[in-house]
């Protein structure tokens, strides 16, 4: 229905934390008889890595360009025990 945007989000949200409800099916453009491995090909040349593996590959990747990791912001925003000195 989507291509992941990042580790971030609706669709990362259900598909790693989504519960039972859910039923997650995974299918990169490899596995799709329908896409010229060409086309493929022609696109990972015309993109970054990164993007290409979001776009065809179905992974959550790290946004391009940003400083702090999705993981680092989500971290900053826990609720922990003051520090006692």
């Known amino acids: 229905m989507s291509t992941p945007n990042g580790k971030r989000g609706f669709f990362h949200a259900e598909w790693t934390g989504g519960g039972e409800q859910w039923q997650r099916i995974s ?13 493929l090909d022609e696109e990972r040349q015309n993109m970054t890595d990164a993007f290409f593996r979001q776009e065809y590959m179905c992974e959550f990747g790290q946004a391009e360009g940003r400083v702090f990791s999705q993981e680092s912001i989500d971290a900053a925003f826990q609720d922990y025990e003051p520090m006692v000195v």
């Open 27 to 39: 299918a990169t453009a490899m596995e799709c008889p329908w896409i010229d491995p060409e086309f």
